[in-house]
């Protein structure tokens, strides 16, 4: 970046801005996915909407490259740019709830984390992620869903506002009424449609939940996930529990004499009276005795943060994505081959339930287009070392390639990496058009394109 024109920059944005070469850049450009190494020319750490609106106005009129920086956590990097600039939300990350209207406002750059802990002193929470160092920006946007999801929906179903920063730089408040067509997009049409500086949720009632982990041995894949597959979509909507193939950490809860060990299990999330979870999991035996079955009931947060110490920043990341709305037997003899096959001990797959109520959205409310999905699929080679990167990547790819023909067709949109527009495509489906013409509306240039890419129309 000309030295001018960095300097015209730093002179009308309150907070840092950073570039190569300069103390704490590396720091400034380090993101989740240690796979990931991209410089930008300079990071520019907003720390309001007037520095966004200043930094998205300064980008456009300089041609530069945009890329826009909320938790850190997407996998395909796309919140960094090589060249050109990224605007970092990083430092805008306040909560404000207000327990009479059971709502919370949320700053663009907070994490998950900062929501559940402010929502959690008033016995309230919304539905999001599984890790609380994910920025609710990124997720939200992608459709969000997590341990409440059966209970409460997905998170957009939970969006009840947006302020937004526009590709021209203007500020706006997107809700049911304002921006009608704009707060649709945001809903599922991830960051193509401008910078959200804020987030308004409705909160639901939620204190301590039940928690629990099921695990098997993982040559005991197939016939735990036939029960799987029938058992979670019949059971009450309190019950959420996603499917994991994994190798057991070193640590608590697990026994000793399971650590290391390839397992396939459920990690269950009870939002009814804790104390009656072990009711509600009296049929895990169906599926024959585990090797390790734990109840407990424990704070939202704490359930939020279970995975924090395990999958730290910096590590090396590969994952794709995949919806389902049934699990067939070809696709549980490819879950039992590869989960035999798990590279690292980190490596895992997940499948998640997005029935129940966010089955009772309809298909159009949302730019999120799988309300016919059961299950959100996410393959993902986990590893420190760089030196098992391909590895990683070889099982991901090989291990979602031959799920493909069992799935849906497309995927959530934070589970991809760079894949083509085709795959973009497929994730939308029959809302590509209009989210497309909706993109050429609010952005027809296409400022903000370093994302999961909608094309204006």
């Known amino acids: 970046m000309d030295t001018a024109i960095r300097e015209s920059l730093n002179d009308t944005i309150r907070g840092p801005v950073t570039a190569p070469g300069e103390p704490g850049y590396d720091e400034a450009r380090a993101i989740y996915n240690a796979m990931i190494d991209k410089c930008p020319d300079a990071i520019v750490q907003c720390v309001d909407a007037g520095d966004v609106m200043t930094a998205v106005r300064f980008g456009a009129r ?24 990224t605007i970092d939300l990083s430092a805008m990350r306040g909560v404000r709830v ?16 900062d929501l559940d802990h402010a929502a959690h002193a008033f016995g309230l929470a919304t539905p999001s992620g599984i890790n609380s160092t994910t920025g609710v920006g990124g997720l939200t946007l992608g459709g969000g869903h997590g341990h409440l999801t059966r209970t409460y929906g997905l998170t957009v179903d939970n969006l009840l506002s947006a302020d937004v920063v526009l590709a021209d730089g203007s500020f706006v408040t997107a809700d049911e009424n304002r921006e009608a067509d704009l707060f649709w997009a945001l809903r599922g049409g991830g960051g193509n449609y401008g910078v959200v500086t804020s987030f308004t949720y409705r909160l639901h009632p939620v ?16 016939e735990v996930l036939r029960w799987y597959r029938d058992f979670l ?18 640590g608590p809860p697990f026994p000793e004499e399971l650590h290391g060990r390839k397992v396939c299990g459920v990690v269950w999330c009870w939002a009814g009276e804790p104390e009656q979870i072990d009711k509600e999991l009296a049929g895990v035996s169906d599926a024959g ?3 390790f079955h734990f109840t407990t009931p424990m704070p939202y947060p ?47 797959m997940h499948l998640y339930p997005v029935d129940g109520a966010a089955h009772r959205v309809g298909p159009d409310d949302t730019a999120w287009s799988y309300r016919d999905a059961l299950w959100s699929g996410v393959f993902a080679g986990i590893d420190p070392d760089p030196a098992n990167a391909g590895a990683i990547k070889d099982w991901c790819v090989g291990y979602s390639e031959a799920l493909q023909p069992e799935s849906m067709g497309g995927a959530y949109v934070n589970f991809m990496m760079d894949e083509g527009q085709e795959r973009v495509r497929s994730t939308y489906r029959h809302h590509f058009d209009r989210l497309s013409r909706i993109k050429r509306a609010y952005d027809p240039d296409n400022l903000f394109h370093a994302n999961q890419n909608i094309e204006p129309a």
């Open 289 to 291: 005795q585990p090797a």
């Open 233 to 250: 979509p019949q059971a009450t909507e309190d019950l959420n529990g996603f499917f994991a193939i994994l190798v057991v950490p070193p």
């Open 62 to 85: 300089n041609g530069l490259d945009i890329a826009v920086r909320g938790g850190g956590h997407s996998g395909a990097g796309l919140c960094l740019t090589d060249g050109g600039m």
């Open 302 to 348: 704490q359930l939020q943060t279970m995975f924090d110490a395990l999958l730290p920043s910096g590590l090396q990341w590969y994952w794709r994505g995949a919806f389902f709305d049934r699990i067939t037997d070809k696709a549980i003899e490819e879950h039992a081959r590869y989960g035999d096959a798990i590279p690292t001990g980190l490596s895992t």
């Open 207 to 222: 204190d301590n939940v039940g928690v629990g982990i099921t695990v098997w041995p993982v040559e005991r894949t197939p």
């Open 98 to 113: 207000d327990p009479v209207a059971g709502t919370a406002q949320v700053a663009g750059g907070a994490q998950l984390g």
